[in-house]
C-alpha cells in the first residue's frame, strides 16, 4: 500500500475512493484548507493511521449516541446525520450510507405527512411506549418517583 492517493477513473464526478485506497482523497467532502491539512497528514503513514483511527473511534461514538437518541425528542437523527458525516469524510462505505439514509428517513418523514391522522397518531403512540418502556428500563420512572414521594415497586426497573 503507498501513500499515494488512488488515481480516479475518468469521467468521475463523485471524488469517493474505495475503501481500500490510501486516505489521501477522504471523498472531497471537506472544504478546500482543511483538504490541504489533510493532504498533508496523509503524507506520514503513521499520522495517516492516527488519524483514520481518531475519525473512526470519534465518528462511531456520535453515531451510537445518536442512534441511542432516536426514540426520543430532540435531535437523534441529526446526530446520526452527523457522526455519518463525521465517518463520511475518511470513509466511501459511510459516505455511501449517508446518502441512502438521508434518502429513506426524507422518504420516511413525507410518507407519515400524507398518511391519515389515525396512522400518525399511532406512530406518535409508539413512539411514546419507547421512550416510557427504555426511562422504565434505565430506573428513571424511579428516580422521579422518588422525587416526588411516589414510591410503588413497579416503577423499579428490572435492570438496576
Known amino acids: 500500500m503507498t501513500d499515494q492517493p488512488a488515481a480516479m477513473p475518468e469521467g468521475s464526478t463523485d471524488g469517493a475512493r474505495t475503501d481500500t485506497a490510501p486516505s489521501g482523497d477522504p471523498g472531497g467532502l471537506l472544504p478546500d484548507a482543511l483538504q490541504r491539512r489533510r493532504d498533508k497528514i496523509a503524507e506520514k503513514p503513521t ?93 428513571a420512572l424511579a428516580l422521579v418517583g422518588g422525587w416526588v414521594g411516589y414510591d410503588p415497586s413497579w416503577l423499579d426497573s428490572p435492570i438496576f
Request: charged letters at 10%; a positive charge.
Open 47 to 139: 499520522l495517516n493511521l492516527a488519524y483514520r483511527i481518531a475519525v473512526g473511534v470519534i465518528g462511531t461514538a456520535v453515531l451510537v449516541v445518536g442512534i441511542i437518541a432516536i426514540p426520543y425528542p430532540g435531535p437523534g437523527w441529526l446526530i446520526v446525520f452527523a457522526g455519518l458525516g463525521i465517518l463520511a469524510t475518511e470513509f466511501s462505505w459511510a459516505h455511501r450510507l449517508l446518502i441512502f439514509a438521508r434518502g429513506k428517513y426524507d422518504a420516511f418523514a413525507d410518507w407519515i405527512k400524507v398518511q391519515h391522522w389515525s396512522v400518525q397518531a399511532l406512530f406518535g403512540i409508539f413512539t411514546f411506549a419507547i421512550v416510557l418502556a427504555t426511562l422504565w428500563l434505565l430506573g
